[in-house]
């Protein structure tokens, strides 16, 4: 039989069943495939097993869905869960990551639940927003979480035992399968804050993870391998290594914190970006910071993202509709065709006399039932225009 391609294999494993695809991956990836190129073994702990109870954890963000606008990008970390985000979609659905599908299978990131999936797509996702490019630089990052240090190494990339931004924590453990996480900020060289997924358990969450075992806070059924670096180019802009070029200021003189007004355009991380991590049509909202002298001054409701003045205009209130007239005047005689109320404001029973002729005794202009009518033993009640046929 022929060898099937990476594409054809990937995709043999994703349309297996849930229980059976740990058998059907490794059907498809024997022992005497040299290049076996997507995971195959499977661990479902949860983040408790995961963890070394005895070890600070403070775990914080599960599940946490992506706020509206720009979400986690540019050189911040990630502290909620992708959603719709190339990165973290199989080539196989239109996204970028090579991957197999994770389990429970998140439907705006379809690599989740996975820590492979997910260590795969952030490592590739920072490198992207570092250079601004696109698609998956590291394909290979896609085996089973123990073997992401050969992988890597092969690539070209760098290894070591201290953390730094954006690396990759490989450990070997839990049933041969191993788990993966990234380092999204450096307290020390004994404490680092990951993001984190977990196979057949949760797509996304942070914590605290010290290095108190020796393990970095992993349970004992685990042992720490290595820390997967970003390259050099990459490593160097997100630890600010480079010197930040002065940005051209946009203008800000038209609008104050508090204007109320329609945003549409390109949203950016801070206020001097060099480009935009999402966009934004036509949305109600005030201006809550502005940073004159920068080169995207105006920031709004819910911190979306900072904005050009260009893309911002004012809001209008939209203007009622004049009254139209309806030819009725004080004293006319009426035939009255429909219900009313017992007050001119709506809010009192139902006023009847379908079929009685009777006169418009008073108009009360803007109200919800503005006709008064009766006869000279009173009032029958309060219409509106269509409840009333003149005579």
């Not at 239109?94 to 639940?113: F, H």
């Not at 809010?347 to 039932?369: H, K, M, V």
Request: include cysteine; charged fraction near 20%; proline fraction near 6%.
């Amino acid at each position: 039989m022929a060898q099937l391609s990476s594409e054809e294999r990937i995709a043999r494993v994703e349309q297996a069943p849930v229980e059976v695809q740990t058998m059907v991956a490794k059907a498809f990836l024997r022992d005497d495939i040299d290049d076996e190129d997507v995971q195959y073994l499977f661990n479902t702990d949860t983040i408790e097993q995961l963890n070394d109870s005895e070890c600070n954890q403070e775990v914080e963000h599960v599940n946490e869905e992506e706020p509206e606008g720009i979400g986690a990008a540019g050189f911040t970390m990630r502290t909620s869960k992708p959603s719709n985000n190339k990165n973290f979609i199989t080539t196989g659905s239109g996204g970028w990551n090579t991957c197999i599908k994770g389990y429970p299978m998140d439907p705006n990131a379809n690599v989740l639940a996975n820590c492979v999936g997910y260590a795969s797509g952030r490592f590739n996702e920072i490198i992207n927003i570092a250079r601004d490019t696109s698609g998956c630089t590291y394909k290979t990052l896609n085996c089973n979480a123990v073997g992401f240090k050969e992988r890597a190494e092969a690539a070209g990339l760098q290894t070591g035992s201290t953390p730094r931004r954006g690396a990759i924590g490989c450990c070997g453990g839990g049933s041969g399968a191993g788990h993966v996480f990234i380092v999204e900020r450096v307290d020390s060289n004994s404490r680092i804050y990951t993001s984190e997924s977990g196979y057949g358990s949760t797509a996304f969450w942070n914590q605290i993870r010290d290095n108190s075992n020796g393990r970095w806070g992993m349970s004992s059924s685990y042992y720490f391998r290595c820390f997967i670096y970003l390259p050099d180019d990459v490593q160097k802009l997100i630890d600010g290594g480079q010197p930040t070029p002065t940005p051209t200021p946009g203008p800000s003189g038209k609008y104050n914190i508090g204007d109320k007004v329609v945003i549409s355009g390109p949203l950016y991380v801070n206020s001097n970006a060099a480009s935009p991590a999402g966009s934004v049509s036509n949305k109600v909202t005030n201006i809550t910071r502005k940073n004159p002298g920068s080169a995207h001054p105006y920031n709004t409701t819910g911190d979306l993202g900072w904005m050009d003045e260009s893309s911002i205009s004012p809001y209008n209130e939209p203007t009622p509709p004049a009254p139209q007239p309806t030819g009725l005047q004080v004293g006319d005689t009426v035939v009255i065709v429909g219900t009313g109320n017992g007050s001119s404001y709506g809010d009192s029973n139902t006023a009847y006399g379908i079929g009685w002729t009777r006169q418009i005794l008073r108009i009360w202009s803007g109200r919800p039932f503005p006709y008064q009518v009766g006869n000279g033993s009173g009032t029958t009640g309060f219409y509106r225009a269509e409840a009333l046929q003149k005579k």
